[in-house]
């Protein structure tokens, strides 16, 4: 699974602790968000007492965030996209379909009914404004 962990790293001089303000901010994109499973483990990972702790000691960091980019793959089909829709392509009206039912797919294992339904719907009013 790829991670990134960025954080201002800590002045190590002996005695000193990390500087309690500072952010520690956790990266997932790409294979590590590949489908549901692997949104899973994410949030299994975020949510272990062991990521937030930056110090190694019991203190819970208060500064952290989480950042989630693209799927597996999705970046480039994007691209792809575009590529396809300027060349005025046919395909990719349907190449966006499946990228949507991929999303479904992962949307409909994570996320309760309606939740899941207002993700799609954002999901098409922003993909048919690309479509006008």
Known sequence: MSAE????????A??????PSAWVV???GGSSVADARCFERVASIVESPSLLSATGTSDMRSRVAVV???CK?????LLELVTL???QEPS????LGQLRDRHAGIAAALLAAGEAQQYLAEFDRDSSEKKK
């Open 68 to 70: 989630l980019s693209a």
């Open 26 to 28: 956790h990266k997932f």
């Open 5 to 12: 962990i960025l954080t201002k790293a800590p002045d190590k």
């Open 92 to 95: 990719w009206r349907a190449r």
């Open 14 to 19: 002996p005695g000193r602790r990390a500087d």
């Open 73 to 77: 793959g999705a970046t480039d089909e």
């Open 85 to 87: 829709a300027e060349r």
